[in-house]
């Protein structure tokens, strides 16, 4: 059997982009999203080995169950790719307890509760590919975006300690560090910021998902098996 892809968020934006290339090549990808069951329904019908799961990664007893219904089904998942996010713009000043909660409930806890459900069956078979999508913002920091950026970090964090602690049972757990994607995340943002973004990357284009798509596939591939616990950067360079 080919390998079982497991990606949350695979609806749309960059974990769409990233489940229609797993798709192409013949993999069985699972997709965790939230609500967008159209968007789920229209991958079902495009792809015969897509498997749609919906299910709210901030959420315990939900995870628990989508990723038991995916062993249920498979026996196994050989890639989990942790890239459900939500982003919020303000200043810290007008941060709440409860933006805090449901932005690191969804990108850091998220994460947290997939990977600790998914990694005894990786752990069993020896081996297993994690990828986590964090942002050049949780490296190097955006205004506006202070708890945005502190959850990515977080995340690099946990990609770091987590491939030291699973390295030998084979699984190797890298994250990938976007810049500027244009996906749904962006459509708060104007023309005139975007291009203005668009300036500042000395590629001098926004990415698109399937520049990240490329990477996930990379550090998924044998081409990887050496890597672990690195942050991989695709944003064109705004970062250097
Ligand atoms: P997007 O277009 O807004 O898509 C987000 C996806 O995550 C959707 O499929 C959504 O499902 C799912 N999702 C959100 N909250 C969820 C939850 N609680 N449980 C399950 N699924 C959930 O976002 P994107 O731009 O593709 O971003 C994907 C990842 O890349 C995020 O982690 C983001 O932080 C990161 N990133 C993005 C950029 C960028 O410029 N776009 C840059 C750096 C990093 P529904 O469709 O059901 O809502």
Redesign the pocket.
């Known amino acids: 059997m080919k390998d079982i892809i497991l990606i949350?968020?695979?609806?749309?934006?960059?974990?769409r982009a990233i489940a229609e290339l797993f798709l192409n090549k013949g993999f069985t990808v699972a997709g965790?999203?939230?609500?967008?069951d159209s968007?789920a329904n229209e991958l079902v019908e495009k792809f015969e080995n897509f498997v749609p799961v919906k299910?709210?990664?901030?959420k315990k007893e939900e995870v628990e169950r989508a990723v038991s219904l995916i062993y249920g089904k498979f026996g196994k998942i050989d890639c989990l790719i942790n890239?459900?996010?939500?982003?919020e713009a303000r200043l810290l000043q007008d941060e709440t307890e409860e933006s805090y909660e449901r932005i690191f409930s969804?990108?850091m806890k998220?994460a947290f509760l997939v990977t600790k459900s998914v990694l005894p069956g990786m752990i069993n078979k020896k081996k297993g590919k994690i990828i986590n999508?964090s942002?050049?913002w949780g490296i190097t920091g955006g205004a506006m975006e202070v708890l945005y950026s502190a959850s990515?970090a977080a995340l690099i964090g946990f990609t770091k300690a987590l491939a030291k602690e699973v390295a030998l049972s084979g699984i190797t757990v890298n994250a990938v560090a976007?810049?500027?994607?244009k996906?749904?995340?962006?459509n708060s943002l104007s023309e005139d910021i975007l291009s203005e973004l668009k300036e500042e990357t000395p590629l001098n284009r926004l990415g698109k998902?399937e520049d990240i798509a490329g990477v996930c596939y990379f550090l998924y591939s044998d081409s990887a098996d050496f890597i672990t616990g690195q942050v991989v950067s695709a944003d064109g360079g705004m970062v250097i």
């Not at 949350?8 to 974990?15: E, F, L, N, Q, S």
Request: glycine share 16%; proline share 5%; hydrophobic share 35%.
């Open positions: 949350t968020g695979a609806t749309r934006g960059i974990g965790i999203y939230k609500e967008s968007l299910a709210d990664v901030s890239n459900a996010g939500i982003s969804t990108n998220g999508i942002s050049m990515k976007p810049g500027v994607i996906t749904d995340m962006l998902p």
